[in-house]
């Protein structure tokens, strides 16, 4: 079982920065996508950013390329999002997630396995 913690949300204005953290224990990341998800009220989860194992590939939905970046540390087991020009369209809570399978670049919410409890972020007009 992973353990997925994620912290750094919080209340920003347009035009705004946060850096979000994902923090694993308790299973291993070795060859496994990570991916970042976002779900405001009301709505389905969505896609937000993916990274493989190796950081060589990355995936961002299309509203938050050139915006965000995805980014991870193998050796300390933790996942970031880097997020500017924050608009009031991003505010939804930020989940993390680890992929089902290794190895493989996965978009879709049912190919994650393990999540964390997520962390609220609120862009302002």
């Known amino acids: 079982q992973v353990q997925l913690v994620e912290s750094g949300g919080g209340l920003v204005q347009t035009g705004g920065s946060l850096r979000l953290s994902c923090a694993a224990s308790?299973?291993?990341?070795?060859?496994?996508?990570m991916g970042w998800f976002r779900q405001a009220p009301g709505k389905e989860r969505i896609f937000v950013a993916a990274?493989?194992?190796?950081?060589?590939?990355?995936r961002y939905r299309d509203s938050v390329k050139g915006r965000f970046t995805i980014s991870r540390d193998n050796a300390k087991m933790t996942v970031t999002l880097q997020m500017n020009s924050l608009e009031p369209l991003d505010t939804a809570v930020y989940y993390c997630?680890?992929?089902?399978?290794?190895?493989?670049?996965?978009?879709?919410?049912?190919?994650?396995?393990?999540w964390g409890q997520g962390t609220q972020v609120t862009v302002s007009s």
């Open positions: 308790g299973g291993t990341l070795s060859r496994y996508t």
């Open positions: 997630a680890r992929a089902r399978i290794r190895d493989y670049m996965y978009t879709e919410p049912l190919d994650y396995e393990f």
């Open positions: 990274i493989t194992w190796s950081g060589l590939i990355t």
